[in-house]
């Protein structure tokens, strides 16, 4: 079978969509499926490329991270790739989600997409002068037109499935997480990453991992970090990434006099750098309410490392257990406290690392590949009946 994915967004843009779509492509391969992959050209290459069509595109109006592919462009090829398709998987809901569904519509295709953004909770970062009743009826109208137009939605977690059966959607929705390649987040080299750092290997070093934006809730971070250094003096947090909230970011951790305890490294390489800085942490953080899933506490914990998070929307279903994991109340005094207590506390972090490896294991790319696969022959069989 041979599925083709339309994306607005793919590597090098770092991100959880980027991120399922390299990790499908190669555990897919060995369930038979075919995987090619309409994506933004964002002038650098990622290696064997031979599966991507990349089209023209330029930077989105203040995120340059990311781009607007042109239309006739992106149309035209997505056309064309989707004549030798069996199947559809669209990625995202911009430019890419109707150009699949014109070629779709074309050729008689049927056509699965992937909500990976709670939209509802997205938006009103990014459009702040709009009214918040408006931007909700908006962003739920928006979601319930595009997903009840497809075969089939795959949603990562059962907060978003409740999510988009209140908006009233009726396509099939599919449970249906991205699993993470355990191979590549098992070993790491912590006194590397420290070293290159000039970080003590006794300092008590918490980290976060994922894009710098607003949605993250990444000041609630920086006001555990300012707590927890009252009490662990030594403390640091470190910050793994980039994106839009990043120089409000740094202009609050100067005027907070916060340089001792907060740093920023960056977009980090995930074959290598990445393992090494998750290896170096004693604690993983993470305080986003709007995740839909959450990929980087899995990466966490299958490296061994305690993660200390909030548990809401997505990450519920990786941290109701609690198995690897410290799930504070959604207050910084909680968390601050909770985060201390597990920094001073090394037996506690070594029961929690071994509790994290064995939770990770049940999230294996190879076995949620295999239930992808199943859908997508399931979805061909019915639209062919």
């Known amino acids: 079978m041979r599925v083709l994915m339309v994306s607005d967004v793919y590597f090098p843009r770092i991100n959880g969509v980027s991120t399922a779509i390299d990790t499908y492509r190669r555990s897919l391969s060995q369930e038979g499926i075919d995987i090619r992959l309409i994506a933004p050209d964002y002038g650098l290459t990622t290696g064997d490329e031979s599966w991507i069509k990349r089209i023209p595109s330029r930077p989105v109006p203040r995120d340059p991270e990311d781009r607007l592919m042109r239309r006739q462009a992106l149309a035209q090829a997505t056309l064309e790739a989707a004549r030798d398709a069996d199947l559809i998987h669209i990625q995202t809901p911009f430019f890419a989600y109707y150009a699949a569904m014109r070629a779709a519509k074309q050729l008689g295709l049927p056509v699965i997409t992937t909500y990976h953004t709670l939209f509802e909770e997205y938006f009103k970062h990014y459009a702040p002068f709009v009214p918040a009743p408006l931007l909700r009826a908006a962003a739920r109208k928006f979601s319930r037109a595009q997903c009840d137009a497809t075969n089939a939605v795959i949603v990562p977690s059962r907060a978003i499935q409740q999510r988009l059966l209140d908006y009233g959607v009726r396509s099939p929705l599919h449970i249906l997480p991205t699993g993470i390649p355990l191979s590549r987040f098992s070993v790491g080299d912590r006194q590397r990453f420290r070293r290159q750092h000039g970080i003590a290997e006794n300092q008590p070093m918490a980290l976060y991992v994922g894009r710098v934006a607003h949605e993250k809730n990444l000041d609630f971070l920086l006001d555990v970090a300012a707590l927890t250094r009252q009490r662990v003096p030594d403390f640091l947090l470190m910050i793994a990434g980039e994106g839009p909230a990043l120089p ?60 200390v998070a909030l548990a809401v929307m997505g990450t519920v279903d990786i941290l109701e257990n609690a198995s690897g994991a410290v799930v504070p109340a959604d207050d910084i005094t909680c968390f601050a406290n909770d985060l201390g207590d597990l920094l001073l506390n090394p037996e506690c972090r070594a029961i929690l690392a071994r509790q994290a490896r064995e939770q990770a294991r049940h999230w294996d790319e190879r076995t949620l590949a295999g239930r992808m696969a199943g859908l997508y022959r399931e979805t061909l069989a019915q639209h062919g009946e």
Not at 251 to 258: H, I, S, Y
Not at 265 to 277: I, V
């Open 248 to 307: 409000h970011l740094r202009e609050r951790v100067a005027r907070e006099g916060l340089q001792n305890c907060v740093r920023f490294t960056g977009y980090l390489d995930r074959l290598h750098e990445l393992p090494d800085c998750y290896a170096a942490a004693d604690a993983f953080v993470f305080a986003s309410r709007t995740e839909t899933q959450g990929l980087v506490l899995l990466e966490a914990m299958a490296m061994g490392v305690p993660v």
